[in-house]
């Protein structure tokens, strides 16, 4: 109970133990179905209760998971919030090595985008960005040093599983990273709130790391040097900025729907070759081999 | 003092009297520039010490509003948290009716997507929802019972200013503002986690309210009833579901894009006439007569 405790408010020992715990049958169901090694799960009387959560248990221990019983109040304590979910674990949890990112472009080029994290500090924009590279077909999420802990558990409740569905990489420096991207052949694209490409002229059908940093003070001058370039999402009203995780899912559904229509679309306008049929088309997709349209 | 504190935490309270509680200075100040009615400051000592803090009270005491000093820990018992903001305002604040979104269309058209909210229940989330309108330029957001209250200290503060930057309309029983709204000309569309038609294939440059559901089970089935049509973002990876204001990010800024193009694509494919001069060029834009290109 003493080392529960401490995973959950420990981010130096999770690490260690190379563990994180999840809070609840739901997302604990789906760490279970996306292949975590659960070490252990905790149920508290509540939870012993309810129908959902014992078929869970039930499923865990016949795949040979130790269960344990708490007394009543127990997991509360732990939890140390009122109302805990009825149902913890502990689950085996360790970032991805950055070099398995770094492989022949040959192979990377079947994949989605990265999403770089640098300075993100609220761990539920980060566990919704998780959310977000996953539900978009990102490749990876990187995590770079100043960002906060993919393991916090208030992170891991909002990636709502993802967290268990992509590899999350420890980036260690964030300028480091970037460089070792660039070198092994992504486009690094920082989000910037103005003055970058419009996100929507800007080709995603390529390897490209998408760098995404502080919530209040965006991405600092060290990593910002080190881009290939920056993109923006054109904001129509008197809104200053966009909440970090909405601007990565802005950003990665683009990318999405550009894979989804095998190109990226540019307005050609009147220099190109148009043979049109429908009144008015102008434009074209066009996927260049080299680099850098927008 | 005891009005303060009730104002934070009584939803009936804002409302009889009209206003909302504003925390922190940047808020504030973004209030103050929306044109907001400010009524009373308060000001901490800590605020009084804060150069930024200062100017901002200085400016709005000019401007005629009435601000008070108050003594060391008195803002942190009526805020109720162990750091609150050097300063909160109470600024008048009170929902727009809907009647006034069901103007003839040709007054409509102008404007862009009107974001229906149902049961949205975080308070972040309704707040970030509101910030997403106010950036992809919508027309107004509009708040059916069920959703989180609008004045919400949290939601306020997720909103970043944008609840006095776009009309926050009160729209009463989801059902009825949904049909008033088709009836009145908009197409009504519900965002949901399958099925939906593809966003990026719905055309949003017409008058659409958008109508987002509660994060745990969507829109329920009543809603949905009176909806013209409904759709949703395609998911490549493991994850579920999307948060609630992600999605309508995702959404919204989509329509910001077909709009700021001058027209919706559509993917005419390889029934449409194509001239490919460049390898791997599919796709085509159609953009209708007489628009913006992009």
Request: with cysteine; proline share 5%.
């Amino acid at each position: 109970m003493r080392r529960l405790g401490k995973l959950l408010r420990k981010r130096s020992f999770r690490a260690v133990e190379g563990v994180l715990v999840v809070e609840g049958a739901e997302l604990l169901a789906q760490a279970f179905e996306a292949g975590a090694t659960i070490e252990a799960v905790y149920v508290a009387p509540e939870g012993g209760h309810d129908v959902g959560v014992r078929a869970l248990v039930d499923r865990l221990v016949t795949a040979g998971v130790r269960a344990f019983d708490l007394a009543p109040g127990v997991l509360g304590k732990v939890a140390g919030t009122a109302s805990p979910q009825p149902v913890l674990a502990v689950v085996g949890f360790a970032p991805v090595a950055i070099d398995e990112l770094l492989a022949p472009v040959s192979r990377r080029e079947a994949g989605g985008t990265v999403l770089v994290l640098v300075d993100v500090r609220d761990p539920g924009n980060a566990g919704t960005i998780i959310r977000v590279a996953d539900a978009s077909g990102a490749r990876a999420v990187v995590w770079c040093d100043g960002t906060v802990d993919p393991t916090n558990p208030k992170a891991v409740r909002a990636s709502a599983g993802s967290l268990f569905h992509l590899p999350v990489v420890s980036g260690g420096d964030a300028r480091e990273a970037v460089s070792a991207l660039g070198r092994s052949g992504y486009v690094t694209v920082g989000a910037v709130v103005r003055g970058g490409t419009d996100y929507a002229s800007f080709d995603w059908v390529r390897p490209v790391a998408l760098v995404v940093g502080n919530e209040a003070n965006g991405l600092d001058q060290e990593v910002t040097a080190e881009l290939d370039t920056t993109v923006s999402v054109p904001m129509a009203g008197r809104a200053e900025s966009l909440n970090v995780s909405v601007a990565a899912g802005v950003l990665c559904f683009e990318a999405a729907r550009q894979r989804r229509e095998g190109g990226w679309r540019t307005a050609v306008g009147s220099g190109g070759s148009s043979s049109s049929t429908i009144s008015g088309m102008e434009g074209r997709d066009a996927r260049p081999a080299g680099r850098e349209p927008g």
